[in-house]
């Protein structure tokens, strides 16, 4: 193909995503847009499945029944999740195979977030309420999104993590009706938790250097900076009504803009977690491959007898 | 053959427990493994499996709970008691060692457990009727699960079948201690409530025998089987799970979460 029939197909393209069409896996696309969305997406089904660690971590001392079973619940939307969006990341020419060793070798990203410990059983309620939170303010977003497979994924995602918003909002809120020790609790989750979610957002506007060509493609609709004023907005309430204090003296409503001020984000501290020293960076990856190595004679023996089922099928069709 | 008497309210709050201890402690053995697995599917699946015992659980501890009443609830239950209290066969908290074990263990308590469900549906306890139905489908779906897995194990590769060997040489003796009635479970099956559980003896090693011939693997010759857990006396392995599952419970007491 020369240089000309790949500009007008590229213009066809260009015109079909500003008209909200969906790009599906075997139209043309730029090289560019399929590469760019196999690193999105997979970095997003890699946060899927290294966010089932914190939380997984309080499966086994999660304090009730009832709690216990809508944490693993939660932990399985998330493999649901990781899932689909393999899956998605598949359909434009890669294998999951070749994804996990991307995430395994360190040469893949997923949300830093998940580098931070979970300490108290509050912390799965703070997860639930700011993470997911924060996540969905990301995901609604999305579904939007040019590409086809990964806008449908989302639409089920977003499903399911309002629900697990409202659940760890509501853990919270239990807690914070509860005795001292456990309104304590809630109160040093959010202390911890609060910064690290704002970070999740992703740099500054003006050190954001993707951003333009994310929005043409409709992989963002909003900037990092819009969305991160929002999620303060509709958290702030939030926090106030069950009697949470955020942990940032300059927070405060500016009546001019209409918006909550608030203070600013530790850099350093964002840009040694994505480098690699945040609290649990190396442990998170080390369960991820530990999971991998121990499960390799697994996945082998699984394909070893389905080939073996394979030559008992055509032996017997022969016969 | 005409009923016995009903048991006694304490005696049937009892029965139903020590049917659900060995779901709660199987249940609480998957669910730490969630994120863990050898892929996401294996994962989904065990976690899926995890929740249909805790589902049980919950039906089995609420209805004991209203039958012991004194402020009994499911969590005062699953978390507030001694080790000795806990009624669970010792095949359910043996560790997880590898997939091998998980799937020989899941296995081996799959069978017996749908065996069980099988007779608990004719009980003469209406609820424990009710729970039964509801439940025998979910234990059907993990016969076949943890069957499929045995199978692929077993007839994969050398490594595989060997894993898969070492794991059923291991767990085989404890595949025996839930067929010896205790005082309990004999008073709630001559009452109609609870099932002939020596009768479950033969059906149970046909169907492990047909699985495992399909899987290329063999029993162990000259088994001493293991028990004790009915009786409240387990393994080693059991403190860490209970101290660990009871940890919230015990450090804050009598707070609502």
């Known amino acids: ?319 | 053959m005409t009923a016995a008497a009903a048991p006694d309210t304490r005696t049937l709050a009892d029965f139903v427990i020590g049917m659900a201890d060995n779901d709660l402690i199987l249940a609480q053995q998957l669910g730490k493994l969630c994120g863990h697995g050898p892929n996401l599917e294996t994962d989904i699946a065990l976690t899926n499996i995890s929740l249909d015992l805790f589902g049980q659980v919950r039906s089995c501890f609420q209805y004991a709970a209203t039958l012991l009443g004194n402020g009994a609830t499911e969590d005062t239950i699953a978390f507030l008691r001694k080790e000795h209290e806990y009624r669970n066969v010792l095949l359910v908290e043996q560790p997880s060692l590898d997939f091998g074990h998980i799937i020989v263990r899941q296995f081996l308590y799959d069978v017996f457990h749908h065996l069980l469900l099988e007779r608990l549906q004719f009980s003469a306890d209406e609820t424990i009727a009710a729970i039964a139905r509801k439940s025998i489908k979910e234990t059907a779906y993990h016969v076949r699960f943890s069957a499929d897995w045995l199978v692929r194990l077993g007839d994969g590769n050398d490594e595989s079948r060997a894993r898969a060997q070492a794991a059923l040489d291991h767990l085989w003796p404890y595949a025996d201690e839930w067929f010896l009635p205790t005082a309990v479970e004999s008073a709630a099956a001559a009452a109609g409530i609870g099932a002939d559980l020596p009768s479950l003896r033969e059906p149970y090693q046909r169907k492990v025998a047909a699985v495992l011939r399909e899987a290329t693997l063999e029993l162990p010759a000259d088994t001493h089987f293991r028990k004790g857990g009915k009786q409240g006396i387990h393994t080693e392995h059991m403190g860490y799970i209970l101290a660990e599952m009871q940890s919230m419970q015990r450090t804050y007491p009598g707070m609502q979460w």
């Open chain 1, 1 to 319: 193909m020369n240089e000309a029939q790949t500009t007008s197909l590229e213009e066809v393209f260009n015109r079909r995503i500003d008209a909200e069409e969906k790009i599906e896996p075997k139209d043309w696309m730029p090289e560019k847009y399929r590469k760019t969305h196999i690193r999105q997406i997979s970095q997003h089904a890699h946060s899927e499945i290294v966010g089932m660690l914190p939380e997984g971590n309080w499966i086994s001392r999660a304090p009730t029944l009832r709690r216990k079973v809508a944490l693993l619940a939660k932990v399985q939307d998330e493999a649901g999740h990781g899932l689909y969006l393999y899956s998605a990341a598949e359909t434009l020419g890669i294998s999951r195979d070749e994804l996990l060793d991307q995430l395994h070798d360190g040469t893949a990203k997923y949300s830093s977030i998940f580098n931070y410990p979970t300490l108290t059983w509050a912390d799965i309620g703070a997860i639930g309420w700011l993470v997911d939170g924060a996540a969905i303010m990301n995901q609604v977003a999305l579904i939007n999104t040019s590409y086809g497979p990964y806008s449908r994924a989302m639409v089920r995602i977003c499903k399911e993590e309002s629900f697990h918003q409202r659940q760890g909002y509501e853990i919270l809120m239990t807690l914070m009706k509860g005795t001292d020790e456990q309104r304590a609790m809630a109160q040093d989750a959010l202390d911890r938790w609060w910064w690290p979610s704002l970070m999740m957002f992703g740099p500054r506007d003006d050190e954001s250097p993707n951003t333009a060509q994310s929005m043409r493609w409709k992989l963002k609709r909003k900037s990092n900076d819009e969305l991160r004023q929002a999620f303060v907005d509709q958290t702030v309430p939030q926090a106030e009504l069950i009697g949470l204090r955020i942990p940032d003296p300059a927070l405060c409503w500016n009546e001019e803009r209409g918006h909550y001020d608030f203070g600013e984000i530790d850099w350093d501290e964002f840009r040694q977690v994505v480098q690699g020293n945040g609290p649990c960076n190396r442990e998170r990856l080390e369960a991820r491959r530990a999971a991998h190595r121990n499960g390799t004679w697994v996945r082998e023996a699984a394909l070893a007898h389905a080939a073996k089922q394979a030559d008992r099928d055509s032996l017997r069709k022969a016969i």
